[in-house]
């Protein structure tokens, strides 16, 4: 049993999501805000790694709608980074934070979930599916959050939209950022849907395992 996952992301033309020094660039459309917006609105909970938090903090919350009704917040933060006044820890919506056992730093959140010496997703998804009840997760980010539930083999749907606007720079980062390959040979996708979403498009993938 774990949760079903959906990694939703923008990137540029050139397929960055940030520039060089990792701040947050607009690259979505107002159309493609709008989708976001309700696509929120259909999961259980929204789930990005620390380094998008210290980069953009992120509120992750469907705006107007009360701390019932949006989605849980997940941060996977194994070193303890995210700081005390973080968007993501205020009372909007519940928070989870995962980390682990070597971090000492505590947060005033709904809960937290302490793993071993690393954060291990297979294990995490089935504890957030059997202790919480999380049927669906989106994935937001960052780059080495995605590329880690890749490599895993754990991305049920993904979504990028590709804005009208060029990046560039060797080292921005990437949708699926990391160390390396997420499997030998590229991670194989069928592509079910393109959909022009004003100054660009989205696209809608299925992984194949």
């Given at each position: ?6 990694v ?20 979505s ?20 790694g ?43 919506a519940?928070?989870?934070?995962v980390?682990t ?35 669906s ?17 754990l ?32 991670q ?19 992984p194949?395992?």
């Amino acid at each position: 049993m774990r949760p079903f996952v959906h990694v939703n992301c923008a990137m540029s033309a050139d397929g960055k999501i940030a520039g060089v020094e990792r701040k947050q660039v607009r690259i979505s459309s107002e159309e493609d805000k709008t989708r976001v917006r309700e696509l929120r609105r259909k999961y259980d909970a929204i789930l990005v790694g620390v380094g998008t938090v210290l980069a953009d903090d992120p509120h992750l919350i469907i705006k107007g709608e009360d701390y019932d009704t949006n989605p849980i917040r997940i941060v996977l933060d194994p070193h303890g980074k995210t700081p005390d006044d973080a968007l993501v820890l205020d009372e909007s919506a519940p928070t989870v934070m995962v980390t682990t056992e070597d971090c000492e730093k505590e947060w005033d959140c709904e809960e937290t979930i302490v793993m071993g010496r690393q954060i291990d997703l297979p294990t995490l998804m089935e504890k957030l599916a059997e202790d919480i009840g999380i049927e669906s997760i989106l994935v937001e980010g960052g780059g080495n959050t995605i590329a880690e539930f890749f490599k895993n083999k754990l991305v049920d749907r993904y979504t990028v939209f590709v804005g009208g606007l060029l990046i560039g720079g060797r080292s921005a980062p990437t949708p699926a950022d990391g160390d390396g390959w997420v499997c030998e040979g590229g991670q194989k996708m069928n592509l079910d849907s393109v959909e022009t979403l004003g100054n660009g498009a989205l696209l809608t993938f299925t992984p194949v395992y």
